[in-house]
């Protein structure tokens, strides 16, 4: 097989494009966009981002049943680091620095769950360890050398604490966890909440001095509400803006965390295969509709997220395409 370098990386066939509708003019911070489009509004925010995820799943629905289908969109990088006789010794040489939001133990567990719903329709799939799942809140770099991310770090340095620890105080919630996928992999996605019940049992409250800062649930939920997790984004960009320049590879309206990617074509080679896959993802979204949208009664399942819960936001650097990498530092939970 040819080196990586001359292989079509699976991303790079996906368009990561805004499907909700706002333009974004150059030098502007990007989702500042999407806010002001929406006037701020809380209900309209979560329904640009149910607009774009509901317009990309059936852009790859159309994909995967379309009788000209081209086939999956697999990962060189990640087949040869699970397959080692491909290329042994080989290492991903794409460092990056992110800052990541760490999902709570029920959101872990929930994720878990669909993990196994997945394998079960498609027992190949590579399924992201659930200690390494992640929501990717911005991508400062991605693709660079070790020596450059490391430069990159030296600069950010002296934001990372206050930059790790803005969710204790700026609380944004995510509810309504629905499937997302494409030719490259399958994820779990969220809204950001607009004014739905809050299930979280109490959680520490900010600092004294910080009452009253936005994103705390010490109102009711619709006032709560009003600092969403795109505000959030927002305010992490303009807080890495003032260290470095930001190079992401896109801006778009999601909340997701990636379950899993596509290794081989053998789970879906034949048309019959293709709509099994696609039946059984549209099955797990009403399963997901039903059974854990605002479920009040205490069930097995929980599907919100209050964005810092048990862990602030996570600094990290290195090799971390598939969740790995190290941790510069994590910012505290609550």
Excluded at 18 to 26: A, E, F, R, T, Y
Excluded at 256 to 274: A, F
Excluded at 294 to 301: F, L, P, Y
Aim: charged share 25%; glycine share 6%.
């Amino acid at each position: 097989m040819p080196p990586v370098s001359e292989l079509r990386l699976a991303d790079a066939g996906n368009k990561f494009e805004d499907l909700s509708g706002v333009d974004i003019k150059p030098g502007e911070n990007p989702y500042d966009a999407l806010i002001n489009a929406c006037h701020g509004s809380p209900a309209k925010i979560q329904s640009l981002y149910a607009t774009h995820r509901t317009t990309r799943n059936a852009q790859q629905r159309e994909k995967f049943l379309a009788p000209e289908f081209q086939g999956l969109n697999i990962d060189p990088v990640l087949l040869r680091l699970e397959t080692p006789d491909i290329e042994p010794g080989f290492q991903d040489p794409r460092h990056c620095l992110v800052f990541w939001a760490r999902p709570p133990e029920h959101i872990v567990k929930l994720a878990s769950h669909l993990q196994s719903l997945l394998r079960e329709a498609a027992p190949s799939l590579w399924l992201m360890p659930p200690h390494r799942i992640h929501l990717t809140t911005l991508e400062i770099a991605h693709s660079r050398t070790a020596e450059e991310i490391a430069s990159l770090v030296s600069s950010m340095r002296p934001a990372v604490p206050a930059l790790t620890g803005l969710t204790f105080t700026r609380r944004s919630r995510l509810v309504k966890p629905m499937i997302s996928y494409d030719l490259s992999a399958v994820a779990v996605s969220f809204l950001p909440a607009s004014g739905e019940q809050v299930l979280s049992p109490p959680s520490v409250p900010p600092f004294p001095e910080d009452i009253g800062q936005p994103g705390q649930l010490n109102g009711s939920a619709a006032e709560s509400d009003n600092y969403t997790y795109h505000h959030l984004r927002r305010d992490v960009f303009n807080m890495a803006s003032e260290a470095v320049v930001i190079d992401s590879r896109y801006v778009v309206p999601s909340a997701h965390i990636t379950l899993g990617r596509y290794l081989t074509e053998k789970d879906h080679e034949t048309p019959e295969l293709r709509e099994r896959w696609i039946q059984a993802i549209e099955d797990m979204n009403k399963w997901l509709e039903k059974e854990v949208w605002e479920v009040t009664d205490g069930g097995e399942w929980a599907g919100e997220w209050i964005v810092g819960q048990e862990r602030g936001l996570d600094a990290r650097c290195g090799a971390l395409w598939y969740g790995g990498g190290r941790t510069i530092l994590t910012g505290e939970g609550f």
